[in-house]
């Protein structure tokens, strides 16, 4: 079974509906974070958390949210989509011991349409 | 602002060839340099790592090759085989408490058999 896993992982939608994409991950992490990544653009955050009362945002927030509702679950909603949001979403984990934490271990990702 | 520039963006190599890819920063707090592969229909998985304090790192057939005066650090794919076909992400992160990682913009290699 996979560590970490997205559902949806593919979804299609109309601009000004609220979507929301799911992480799921049993490596017992603390650290769990959302990325989009378009081509030519690479893999950007959006927002991270480093437990379940601690959620920061990264470098592209605006129009996202998201919910750590359990260590092992993080959520991320596009409260109004529009279609510059139309990208692959990747959620990933990373362990909170300094000596593991540099490696981030990702999910297989939502690709998201929204017309 | 891209903080990490990658390039080239898609490479062809034969099989048995060398790949190479580039990456520079001008952030020099950044203090580890890892590079993620990513296959198709998957989420990126790290394939080796560097920090500043050395000049190259290799694993197998992939090396890091660092140079911290010029603020550059590159993946070199030795005899780079058809399997090797991904796309390569470097990134780095910064000192500090958030430590995040900064990606590129990512390379598509492709090796042709």
């Known amino acids: 079974d996979a560590d970490v896993t997205q559902t949806p992982r593919n979804r299609i939608t109309k601009t000004g509906k609220r979507i929301m994409l799911e992480c799921s991950q049993t490596?017992?992490?603390?650290?769990m974070y959302w990325y989009r990544q378009d081509p030519g653009l690479g893999l950007r955050l959006i927002y991270y958390?480093?437990?379940?009362?601690?959620?920061n945002k990264g470098e592209i927030s605006d129009g996202y949210s998201v919910s750590r509702q359990a260590q092992a679950k993080f959520s991320l909603s596009l409260e109004s989509a529009i279609p510059n949001q139309t990208a692959l979403y990747f959620c990933?984990?990373?362990?909170?011991?300094?000596?593991?934490?540099?490696?981030?271990?990702f999910g297989p990702g939502t690709r998201l349409t929204v017309l | 602002q891209q903080q990490v520039k990658q390039s080239p963006q898609s490479l062809i190599v034969q099989k048995g060839g060398i790949s190479i890819i580039n990456c520079a920063y001008e952030n020099t707090a950044f203090d580890y340099f890892p590079w993620y592969q990513q296959f198709p229909g998957k989420g990126p998985a790290l394939l080796i790592a560097i920090r500043p304090d050395v000049s190259e790192k290799k694993e197998g057939r992939f090396t890091i090759s660092f140079n911290k005066s010029a603020k550059q650090f590159s993946l070199h794919i030795m005899d780079s085989q058809p399997g090797d076909s991904a796309t390569y992400f470097c990134?780095?992160?910064?000192?500090?408490?958030?430590?995040?990682?900064?990606f590129g913009s990512g390379t598509q290699l492709t090796v042709l058999p």
């Open positions: 958390s480093f437990d379940v009362k601690d959620i």
């Open positions: 490596k017992g992490h603390d650290r």
């Open positions: 990134a780095a992160r910064e000192t500090g408490s958030a430590r995040q990682l900064t």
């Open positions: 990933a984990t990373s362990d909170r011991d300094p000596k593991l934490y540099n490696e981030q271990f």
